[in-house]
């Protein structure tokens, strides 16, 4: 999704766990033992510990929202909100209970526009959340996912993922997005991957009608195809109340092993192993922006980005192996 401020395969590399980002606060106790000249034991009692550093970051938080010290760009981006309690949120997850390995992260572009593309599944999307975490801790970039309108329909969740960065999958905010040389991230399978039943895990379905192709090639940007594998064993759905979903205007209404069975407890995903690979960026530079409005090139260009996401897809899984080990 996006932002904007008022003012302002084989061969990859794996990030294991281990590799996760520094944490500030332990460089700072690192500095308080050699400011206090003690010995590394007396250095390291007095220490703050990760209690006492999160006690002092959520009061910092508190301070910067009283005062107004935080800036929101024009499409309700909200970095301080987003870093503050978002992110450490969808983190804990990320880090503890899906222990996200990647592979393939130097195929992020480092700076400008560009565009991600991957599949979509797991009944409730929290692969759009693993890959946001996974950019912005590890690539150093905020991802701005486009998401459906249902998303912008329920008043809690807009206003969430609005704070996160993202926005309406449309073209011109997309378009928007990308001229200024921001990271954009698209599911172009919707709602039929995220809902689509577990017997068809891990087997892609329709790329829409490649309006994801039409906006790089307008914004002269590379796109980048991603494989998450993971997300399809966090909520095995095996059926659908198609009755009930339509009266709550809902997409789908997935039964799972464990919901609606055990109640509010059947939302609490399995921990599944998840592993998200990164592809070699599809420059398209052999094409004009006027290409965009060629049905035949867009269909070409869409079918091989699909061909390429679901190879990555079988060769991610085997690499995983086991499901939850």
Not at 148 to 175: E, F, N, S
């Amino acid at each position: 999704m996006m932002h904007a401020r008022h003012e302002d395969d084989g061969g990859a590399q794996v990030i294991p766990l281990a590799s996760a980002r520094q944490d500030g606060g332990d460089e700072a106790g690192d500095i308080g033992v050699a400011d206090s000249g003690a010995g590394p034991g007396a250095g390291s009692a007095a220490a703050p510990g990760p209690l006492e550093r999160g006690i002092a970051s959520g009061l910092a938080f508190l301070r910067r929202r009283i005062a107004g010290e935080y800036e929101v760009d024009e499409f309700g981006y909200d970095p301080d909100f987003n870093e503050s309690v978002l992110l450490p949120a969808a983190r804990a997850l990320y880090e503890r209970w899906f222990r996200v390995e990647l592979a393939g992260l130097e195929n992020v572009p480092a700076e400008g526009g560009a565009l991600i593309v991957a599949n979509h599944s797991g009944t409730l999307p929290l692969d759009a959340l693993m890959l946001s975490v996974a950019l912005h801790d590890h690539a150093r970039r905020q991802v701005r996912l486009l998401g459906a309108d249902l998303v912008y329909q329920v008043p809690v969740l807009a206003h969430l993922a609005r704070k996160a960065g993202h926005t309406l999958a449309c073209q011109a905010d997309a378009a928007r997005l990308l001229g200024k040389g921001e990271l954009v991230g698209v599911f172009p399978e919707g709602f039929k991957g995220v809902g689509k039943p577990f017997a068809d895990r891990y087997k892609l379905q329709r790329f829409g009608r490649g309006g994801f192709v039409g906006t790089a090639l307008r914004a002269g940007v590379p796109i980048v195809p991603a494989a998450i594998v993971g997300a399809e064993e966090i909520y095995p759905k095996i059926a659908d109340l198609r009755p009930l979903a339509r009266l709550l205007g809902l997409p789908y209404f997935p039964v799972t092993p464990t919901f609606p069975l055990l109640g509010p407890a059947g939302l609490i995903p399995l921990p599944s192993k998840w592993m998200i690979q990164f592809g070699e960026p599809m420059t398209l530079e052999e094409y004009a922006a006027e290409d965009a409005d060629d049905p035949m090139t867009v269909f070409n260009i869409t079918d091989h980005v699909r061909e390429n996401v679901q190879q990555m897809l079988y060769d991610t899984l085997l690499r995983r192996g086991p499901a939850f080990l």
